[in-house]
T-cell receptor, first 114, second 113 residues
Framework: KAGVTQTPRYLIKTRGQQVTLSCSPI?????VSWYQQTPGQGLQFLFE???????NKGNFPGRFSGRQFSNSRSEMNVSTLELGDSALYLC?????????????FGEGSWLTVV | DQQVKQNSPSLSVQEGRISILNCDYT??????FLWYKKYPAEGPTFLIS?????DKNEDGRFTVFLNKSAKHLSLHIVPSQPGDSAVYFC????????????FGKGTHLIIQP
């Protein structure tokens, strides 16, 4: 069974640009959640999607957005990039949702903003 | 305010001995706890979880203990192996999943030969 797949693995963007990251969950998983990992803040929850609807959202500005498609694949977008957005962005999937369930992570997308 | 705390940034243990990683939480709404292992440049790998209705869960070399009254959980690895050297994250969810998973800052476990 294939795991969570994230693309691209590495990317470099310039301040002010926007970026879109993609995530394919484990087959049969309907919940996709996104996390940001930075050295200073650790792993922080961005948002969760379930059946194409955003179910939960962490404490991030509106520049961070996402969506989920009917096949459960998800994308996250960051607009007007800032240097502080440089981080590892992790996607995770689970069968029914984050609460009370095991969630499985992808390898992550490394974003560097210059 | 950090709701999940791993107070030891690093831990060194001799190969073959027991590794004990600790985690404290402050939010009494948390009802499900997980441990993940992470190598540099890779995503976290799920190790073991425990529901708040239990106080112990075991899977092979890994055992997680939960003390709800103390809001404390620990991960025991017996025996420790060189491949166990990694960063270990404690995570919690609960309250209807309003905040996704809340992670601790991690403990870097180093297994000495």
């Amino acid at each position: 069974k294939a795991g969570v797949t994230q693309t691209p693995r590495y990317l470099i963007k310039t301040r002010g640009q926007q970026v879109t990251l993609s995530c394919s969950p484990i087959s049969g998983h309907r919940s996709v959640s996104w996390y940001q990992q930075t050295p200073g803040q650790g792993l922080q929850f961005l948002f969760e999607y379930f059946s194409e609807t955003q179910r939960n959202k962490g404490n991030f500005p509106g520049r961070f957005s996402g969506r989920q498609f009917s096949n459960s694949r998800s994308e996250m977008n960051v607009s007007t990039l800032e240097l502080g957005d440089s981080a590892l962005y992790l996607c995770a999937s689970s069968t029914r949702g984050v609460s009370g369930n095991t969630i499985y992570f992808g390898e992550g997308s490394w974003l560097t903003v210059v | 305010d950090q709701q999940v705390k791993q107070n030891s940034p690093s831990l060194s243990v001799q190969e073959g001995r027991i590794s004990i990683l600790n985690c404290d939480y402050t939010n009494s709404m948390f009802d499900y706890f997980l441990w993940y292992k992470k190598y540099p440049a890779e995503g976290p790998t799920f190790l073991i979880s425990i529901s708040s209705i239990k106080d112990k869960n075991e899977d092979g070399r890994f055992t997680v203990f939960l003390n709800k009254s103390a809001k404390h959980l620990s991960l025991h690895i017996v025996p420790s192996q060189p491949g166990d050297s990694a960063v270990y994250f404690c995570a919690a969810s609960g309250g209807g999943g309003a905040d996704g998973l809340t992670f601790g800052k991690g403990t870097h476990l180093i297994i000495q030969p």
